[in-house]
């Protein structure tokens, strides 16, 4: 019998984990938890969290290089024209909206602070 996965949550590694946060936070994602390590007064590490959606940010040892990173992050919103002006009013510069075929209510895409390419997305058309 194959291992049996229960969940899957990324970890990405981060020039600021608060950067990251504050950056996360604009998607509406919440910190559950975090690491300040003793004598320092800033997060190492922090999970993140929003609905179903879960996302460890950790500091990096070395620089982040945007053209390096090779993954895409999906999240899945129930709006994305709200989600789209929403993120344009808080001064994130998401991509066009587009409808290919394979996501018809819509996808856009946006980079975190470290290059990391997230696709907002919207499965079911607007009704």
Same mark, same amino acid.
């Given at each position: ?6 969940? =899957? ?8 984990? !608060?950067?990251? @946060?504050g950056f996360y936070a604009d998607l509406g994602f919440k910190v559950a938890n975090t690491v300040v390590p003793e004598g320092q007064s800033t997060p190492v590490w922090a999970w ?6 879960? =996302? ?6 070395? +620089? %982040? ?5 090779? %993954? ?7 709006? @994305? ?6 993120? !344009?009013? =808080?001064?994130?510069?998401?991509? !066009? %909206?587009?409808? +290919?075929?394979?996501? +018809? ?17 919207? @499965?079911?058309?607007?009704?």
């Amino acid at each position: 019998m194959a291992a049996h996965t229960r969940s =899957l949550v990324a970890f990405a590694h981060v020039a600021s984990v !608060e950067r990251s @946060i504050g950056f996360y936070a604009d998607l509406g994602f919440k910190v559950a938890n975090t690491v300040v390590p003793e004598g320092q007064s800033t997060p190492v590490w922090a999970w993140l969290e929003s609905e179903k959606a879960n =996302l460890m940010v950790g500091q990096a040892s070395g +620089p %982040i290089d945007a053209s390096r990173q090779a %993954i895409l992050f999906y999240l899945y919103l129930d709006d @994305i024209r709200q989600a789209h002006a929403a993120l !344009e009013r =808080l001064g994130h510069s998401p991509g !066009e %909206i587009r409808h +290919p075929f394979y996501m +018809p209510g819509g996808e856009c895409r946006l980079e975190d602070p470290d290059g990391y390419v997230l696709m907002l997305a919207q @499965i079911e058309p607007d009704s």
